[in-house]
């Protein structure tokens, strides 16, 4: 046990008179520093938030020097902070120490009450949860690690993770943090090609899935997608296979049951020093390319921002419920449903079904019987279920919430005020977190500065700890004072950043510290308000946001290029009650094509569905004879953008344009859909 340096977390002594000084506490600068944060009894002098926030920014290496030594558990000290260079896109954290992921996010709880729950498991079936200790979650992870060993994944492989959430899916992931595999998780609602392109960017051996999947009382073919998957894939060596229902599926000879060869493997698996900046995870997510990108998480920094940000956005106490209901194919699933809570000590659940299964109280219902008390999830569900009224909610009880959080787009304020009224019944602040798969952690949300502190509806606010903000024009100013809007960049490095673009350094340069020198450029455009706080816009590149998810413009054309009739597309955001955003889709057919509108409109969905995912099918499908484009070439997309929102009289300057009669006809075809959609 000579890994257990020492127990990572105050005495509970201290943190009762914490919670008693937190819920006395009148405003956020009267609250005691060395209360509120433990850790900050090291930094003499500081007293309140704005102190503790500043010292974060002035002095990022004595702030999170002293956070690194007081919350992780180290094998080998680190002898440097920090050695970032954003002009370079160098990020270096922690350099110099030795820990292990997995022991700080199981081993160093089993030591100090291995009986307390780790994971409560929400299966898709309705009332029929799992709860796993974390002796039990040390067992199977050490078991799974074994396995991967024995099947030759050696530290610094990579290894597709393509299953829903469920304790074999987290064990899985902190197996490859034991034995130093990078894992990457595919979102199981990826298709067959986007698992398949990710699994070759990755260079990846080996993939763990599950037989079939459980979804709002469906069963999908995981493994059967899986199979496609790997015929586009040499590379793959092993399947290693779970069992989610008893229903066999055909098995070749690469693949491996997995709960079978477990059961052969010891119960104990020597965890592996990695260094602090060795690879973790990587995890694709899309840009303005039609190649989504493989961000790279590393080690201890990354873990030290995911465990920061969750005890201090959500006031995460010992002994409370932690649930994000974020799939752990997403960002918030690796950060806020496995690393921030676990390497909290805390009990994090794994929701595996969706909101309206078997009915839209689904939510709720979960949240009284487990009793969670920290609820987190994105606008589109919001959205979606007060849609439904306030009954399904109100035959619940709800009495053991305490925060209420949203993340992946801009919160509307009708759904902020359901969320906080009806839900949590005005009781309950409502956190609208803002960060990126980019940045690891959340970056601006309301609650960095203390429980009482005062919260704005439907807006991020105040930067965490060590979050330097700055606004900039389109010139590279930096904007002052409030009251003003621009690009949304990061000045200073922070240790929860992305370290590079897998395989791609040139492309994270590029994309990340080129638009502004020595700033992480955010993509999101922002607005600081007169009281300095910060409320996020959205994307000033072509991501658009469906439901939360991050999906490229350039990705759906990509799709829709595909099917044989298409010369070319132009693919659009556009706004949806629901989804946030959805997309609308210009098709120019090729030359003497003859093909009636809803089946063109059909098969692109399709193909959409089948190259991309289902939630990235396009919702309007628009044939026109041309696309609008400037002399040199290039697609108008501005113009595109004005008359899909159907604001002709903003269309702005058409001097560049080659051809007016393509906008004529683009706006009088857009005009027939609208009338048609209005008669519907
Ligand atoms: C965590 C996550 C990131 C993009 C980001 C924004 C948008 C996320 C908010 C938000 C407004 C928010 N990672 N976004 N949170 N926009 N308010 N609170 O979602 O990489 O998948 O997406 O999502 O545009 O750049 S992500």
């Known amino acids: 046990m000579s890994l257990l340096l020492r127990p990572a977390f105050a005495s509970p002594q201290l943190h009762l008179r914490v919670a008693a000084k937190l819920h006395s506490a009148r405003s956020c600068s009267t609250f005691n520093v060395t209360g509120y944060m433990p850790e900050a009894a090291a930094f003499p002098g500081v007293r309140d938030y704005p102190g503790l926030r500043d010292l974060s920014v002035q002095h990022p290496e004595r702030f999170w020097g002293i956070l690194g030594r007081e919350r992780l558990a180290w094998i080998t000290p680190f002898h440097t902070v920090s050695d970032c260079d954003l002009t370079q896109g160098r990020v270096r954290w922690f350099e110099g120490g030795q820990l292990n992921v997995s022991v700080n996010c199981i081993d160093r709880h089993v030591h100090m009450s291995p009986d307390k729950v780790a994971l409560i498991w929400e299966r898709d079936e309705p009332g029929a949860h799992v709860k796993i200790t974390y002796r039990q979650l040390l067992e199977v992870t050490c078991r799974l690690a074994n396995t991967l060993k024995r099947q030759g994944v050696r530290k610094g492989d990579r290894v597709v993770i393509y299953m829903p959430a469920s304790p074999i899916a987290v ?3 902190l197996a490859c943090a034991r034995i130093g595999a990078v894992h990457t998780v595919v979102f199981a609602g990826f298709s067959a090609e986007a698992l398949a392109n990710r699994i070759q960017d990755a260079q990846s051996e080996t993939v763990i899935t599950t037989n079939q999947a459980l979804r709002g009382g469906r069963v999908i073919e995981l493994k059967k997608t899986v199979d496609q998957a790997v015929k586009l894939c040499p590379s793959i060596k092993r399947v290693l296979i779970a069992m989610r229902t008893e229903n066999k599926v055909p098995m070749s000879n690469i693949d491996i049951p997995l709960e079978e060869e477990m059961m052969k493997e010891e119960a104990v698996c020597d965890p592996v ?10 995890l694709y997510t899309s840009g303005s390319t039609g190649k989504p990108k493989g961000v790279v998480h590393t080690q201890a920094g990354y ?3 995911t465990s920061l940000t969750h005890k201090y956005v959500f006031d995460y106490h010992d002994g409370d419920v932690f649930g994000c209901v974020a799939d752990i194919g997403w960002i918030t699933g690796h950060s806020y449903v496995v690393y921030g809570p676990l390497c909290n000590g805390g009990t ?23 009793k969670i008390n920290h609820f987190y999830c994105a606008p589109t569900a919001i959205r979606l279920l007060l849609k439904y009224g306030d009954t399904w909610v109100k035959s619940h009880d709800r009495s053991s919430l305490k925060t209420l959080g949203t993340v992946g787009e801009p919160i509307n304020s009708e759904a902020w005020n359901w969320y906080y009224k009806v839900v949590g019944d005005g009781r309950c602040p409502v956190l609208d977190t803002w960060w990126q798969t980019e940045t690891g952690g959340i970056c601006i949300s309301p609650h960095p500065a203390g429980r009482d502190a005062k919260i704005v509806p439907a807006m991020a606010m105040r930067p965490f700890f060590g979050i330097d903000p700055v606004l900039v024009d389109d010139q590279g100013r930096r904007l002052e004072g409030n009251k003003v809007s621009g690009s949304l960049c990061i000045a200073k490095p922070w240790p929860g950043m992305a370290r590079t673009i897998y395989n791609d350094h040139d492309r994270f340069v590029d994309t990340y510290f080129k638009a502004y020198p020595n700033h992480f450029f955010t993509g999101d455009g922002a607005h600081r308000s007169e009281e300095g706080y910060y409320q996020i816009i959205g994307r000033l590149d072509d991501v658009i ?6 999906l490229g413009t350039a990705e759906i054309e990509g799709a829709v290029n595909q099917h044989q009739v298409v010369a070319e597309s132009a693919a659009i955001g556009c706004a949806h009650e629901v989804k946030g955003e959805g997309s609308y889709v210009f098709i120019v057919l090729k030359d003497g094509i003859n093909i009636s509108e ?15 995912a289902k939630y990235a099918a396009p919702d309007h499908i628009q044939i026109v004879k041309r696309l609008p484009k400037t002399r040199s070439g290039k697609i108008m997309r501005r113009v595109l953008r004005k008359i899909v929102e159907n604001k002709i009289d903003e269309l702005g300057d058409l001097t560049t344009l080659d051809d007016h009669v393509a906008v004529e006809e683009i706006v009088a075809g857009r005009e027939k859909i609208l009338e048609k959609e209005a008669k519907n």
Do not use: C
């Open 273 to 282: 020093a990695m260094e602090s900046e060795d690879m973790l995870f990587l």
């Open 303 to 305: 873990l030290l921002y």
């Open 545 to 550: 946001n469906i439901s939360g998810h991050r």
């Open 171 to 173: 064990a899985s992931m």
């Open 598 to 612: 809803d089946t063109i409109d059909k098969e692109l969905k399709d193909i959409v569905s089948q190259k991309i």
């Open 348 to 370: 994090t659940v794994l929701f595996e079904s969706t909101p309206v299964y078997p009915n839209p109280g689904r939510y709720w219902e979960t949240v009284e019987r487990l």
